[in-house]
């Protein structure tokens, strides 16, 4: 599988239809090795989730807006 962390993340995040869930389930009962590889994909992303993330600041978001709108301009010229 090409994207197996793509997909084995996407999995984990609930991002896969009921058809992908069920292909990608079945891929890793069928493959040992990816089955290996999927298991520590979880427990990075079960050590991830643990971390606390800070909401993004009104500033910051200002900011961001501010480097779009520059990125535009210059695009534009």
């Known amino acids: 599988m090409e994207n197996f962390e793509e997909e084995s993340m996407a999995y984990l995040a609930g991002g896969l239809s009921a058809t992908e869930e069920s ?3 079945e891929f890793l009962r069928e493959n040992q090795d990816y089955q290996s590889r999927f ?3 979880k427990s990075s992303w079960v050590l991830l ?3 606390d993330s ?7 978001d200002d900011g961001f807006i501010k480097m ?6 210059k ?3």
Do not use: G, N, W
């Open 49 to 51: 989730s643990a971390l």
């Open 68 to 73: 779009l709108d520059t990125a535009e301009r």
């Open 23 to 25: 292909a990608f389930e």
């Open 54 to 60: 800070p909401e993004p600041s009104e500033a910051m």
């Open 75 to 77: 695009q534009a010229k």
């Open 39 to 41: 298991e520590e994909v």
